[in-house]
C-alpha cells in the first residue's frame, strides 16, 4: 500500500460546518486506521483543542497523531510522547504585539487552560474559542504574560483587512518568521521554517518513510505547503483556488463527506 501517512486539516476538511466528524469519514477513518494508516490531525489549532477529535476517532488505540500549532508540534497519540517541538522566538511576542495592535488585529496564543488575549470580545477571538471549545482568559499584556514557551501566535481581525496585513506582516517579519493565513480571519505567525509540511517531513523521516508515502487532505492556504509536499494531495470542493490547483485530487467538500470519500479511492478501494 502505497500510502502509510493520511495528514488532514480539520476546519474545512476533516469536520463540516458544525464541526462535526460525519459518519461516512468516521467510518472510513477507522477503516484506514485498523489497516495500519497513521492518521495524523495536523491543524493550526492548539493541542487542547484536536485531542477531542483524536480521541473520538481513537487514535491513542491505532497510533495516530497530533499535529498542533501549523506544525509547531506533533505529539504520538499511543505514547504521549512530543516528535516535533518549536518555540516561538521570545524576542518577537513583543513586536508582532505592537504590529498587531498598530494595525488594529487582535493577537492572541494559549496556555494550558485555553486562549489567553487582550481583547476576549473580539468576534474573531470568539470564534477561535467555539472552534477549539476552549475558554479565553483575559490579560492586560500579552507580551508581559508570556513569560513561558509557546509554539504559535494568532492574528485575529476582520476578513476584508487580513490580506493587507498578511503583506505587511510577511514584509515586517521576512527571515524571521513564518506566516500564513489559515481562515480569513486568522494569520498565523510561527517559528521560522515551520509549517506543516516541514514537520510532516520529519514524521515521515522518523518512520522510514518518503512524501510519496504521504496522502495530504486540506482546504486552506495554510495547507498548501503540505498538499504540494505529499505524494497524493487532496483539496476539498470547499478548498481556497490555489489549495485546488496545486491538488492531484478534487473531492467533494467537507459537508458532503470529502474526506471519506478520499479515503474510500485511495486508501480502503486500493488493491
Request: glycine content about 8%; charged content about 20%.
Amino acid at each position: 500500500m502505497q500510502y502509510k501517512i493520511l495528514a488532514l486539516d480539520l476546519d474545512g476538511t476533516l469536520t463540516n460546518t458544525d464541526k462535526i466528524i460525519t459518519p461516512r469519514t468516521k467510518a472510513a477513518l477507522q477503516a484506514a486506521a485498523q489497516k495500519g494508516i497513521c492518521i495524523v490531525l495536523a491543524s493550526g489549532r492548539p493541542t487542547v483543542g484536536i485531542e477531542p477529535l483524536a480521541k473520538e476517532l481513537e487514535l491513542e488505540k491505532y497510533g495516530g497523531c497530533i499535529l498542533s500549532y501549523n506544525g509547531g508540534k506533533i505529539i504520538d497519540c499511543k505514547t504521549g510522547e512530543t516528535l516535533v517541538q518549536y518555540a516561538f522566538p521570545a524576542e518577537l511576542i513583543e513586536p508582532v504585539c505592537t504590529f498587531s495592535r498598530y494595525w488594529n488585529v487582535v493577537p492572541l496564543t494559549y496556555d494550558r487552560n485555553g486562549i489567553v488575549t487582550e481583547d476576549p470580545a473580539s468576534p474573531y477571538v470568539q470564534e477561535e474559542a467555539r472552534i477549539n471549545r476552549i475558554p479565553v482568559r483575559q490579560v492586560e499584556n500579552l507580551t508581559a504574560e508570556v513569560t513561558y514557551p509557546i509554539n504559535k501566535l494568532l492574528l485575529t481581525g476582520d476578513p476584508a483587512d487580513m490580506p493587507h496585513v498578511e503583506e505587511l506582516m510577511q514584509q515586517e517579519f521576512a527571515g524571521k518568521l513564518s506566516i500564513c493565513r489559515s481562515q480569513p480571519f486568522f494569520i498565523e505567525t510561527m517559528p521560522l521554517g515551520v509549517g506543516k509540511d516541514t514537520s510532516l517531513e520529519i514524521l515521515l523521516r522518523a518512520k522510514g518513510l518518503t512524501p510519496a508515502n504521504l496522502m495530504a487532505c486540506g482546504d486552506g492556504w495554510n495547507d498548501l505547503p503540505m498538499i504540494r509536499l505529499a505524494g497524493l494531495g487532496v483539496a476539498m470542493g470547499n478548498a481556497q483556488a490555489p489549495v485546488k490547483a496545486a491538488a492531484d485530487w478534487l473531492t467533494a467538500d467537507n459537508d458532503h463527506d470529502g474526506v471519506g470519500l478520499a479515503v474510500e479511492k485511495f486508501i480502503l478501494e486500493e488493491n
